[in-house]
C-alpha cells in the first residue's frame, strides 16, 4: 500500500496564483521528500525534510512538515506555466523511498 | 552528460515473450532502484541494489529478475510477458542506502504488452 495520501489529486489554477498540496503518512520517518513529474518524464528532486525540521524554502517552493499528524504540505508561491506537472512526496525510511499517489497541477497560462 | 538512462523508452511486446530493459548511472552512487509506475501513477519501488548486491525484493513476481553487473549498472529482464506488466518502470540511484539524500531517476521506460 502507499505510504502518502496526497490531497487534492488535481489542482488548476492561473499563471501567478499559488498552489497547495498535501501529503499525509502512515509511519515515522526519517524524513520527506517531493519530487515533480513533467509529462513523460522521469521523477526530479524537489526538497527533503529531515523529521526534525517544520519548514523548508527553496526558491518559490516552501515544504512543511508536522510529525505529530504526519503530514506535509507543498507550496508553490507565483506559479508559472512550467510549473504544470505531477508532484509526489515520497516518505524515506527502510532503504527506500515510498511515493504517495501524487497531485496533478495544471497552471493555466 | 546523463546521470541515470535507461534504454529503450519505449518497448512494445507481445504476450508471453521476455524483455530486458538497461539501465546506467554515471554518479558514482551506491544504491540503484527499479520502480514500477502503473496507468494511475502510482509508484511503487521494485528492488532495489547496493554495490551490486540484492537489498530489498519488494513481493516481485519472480518473472522479474534484476541484474547488477556492477555498481554503475542495473538490469531488469522480465520472463512471459503479461499484460498487467505493462506500466512505465524507472531506474533510479543514489549516493548511499538508507536514504537521507535525493534520489535521481532516469527518463522511463514504457513497456506495452499487447
Known amino acids: 500500500s502507499q505510504q502518502g495520501e496526497e490531497d487534492p489529486q488535481a489542482l488548476s489554477i492561473q499563471e501567478g496564483e499559488n498552489a497547495t498540496m498535501n501529503c499525509s503518512y502512515k509511519t515515522s520517518i526519517n524524513n520527506l521528500q517531493w519530487y515533480r513529474q513533467n509529462s513523460g518524464r522521469g521523477l526530479v528532486h524537489l526538497i527533503l525534510?529531515?523529521?526534525?525540521?517544520r519548514e523548508k524554502h527553496s526558491g518559490r517552493l516552501r515544504v512543511t512538515l508536522d510529525t505529530s499528524k504526519k503530514s506535509s504540505s507543498l507550496l508553490i508561491t507565483a506559479s508559472r506555466a512550467a510549473d504544470t506537472a505531477s508532484y509526489f512526496c515520497a516518505t524515506d525510511g527502510g532503504g527506500k523511498l515510498t511515493f504517495g499517489g501524487g497531485t496533478r497541477v495544471l497552471v493555466k497560462p | 552528460d546523463t546521470a541515470v538512462s535507461q534504454t529503450p523508452k519505449y518497448l512494445v511486446t507481445q504476450m508471453g515473450n521476455d524483455k530486458s530493459i538497461k539501465c546506467e548511472q554515471n554518479?558514482?552512487?551506491?544504491?540503484m532502484y527499479w520502480y514500477k509506475q502503473d496507468s494511475k501513477k502510482f509508484l511503487k519501488i521494485m528492488f532495489s541494489y547496493n554495490n551490486k548486491e540484492l537489498i530489498i525484493n519488494e513481493t516481485v513476481p519472480n518473472r522479474f529478475s534484476p541484474k547488477s553487473p556492477d555498481k554503475a549498472h542495473l538490469n531488469l529482464h522480465i520472463n512471459s510477458l503479461e499484460l498487467g506488466d505493462s506500466a512505465v518502470y524507472f531506474c533510479a540511484s543514489s549516493p548511499i542506502l538508507g536514504g537521507g539524500t535525493e534520489a535521481f531517476f532516469g527518463q522511463g521506460t514504457r513497456l506495452t504488452v499487447v
Open positions: 554518479l558514482g552512487h551506491d544504491t
Open positions: 525534510i529531515r523529521s526534525n525540521e
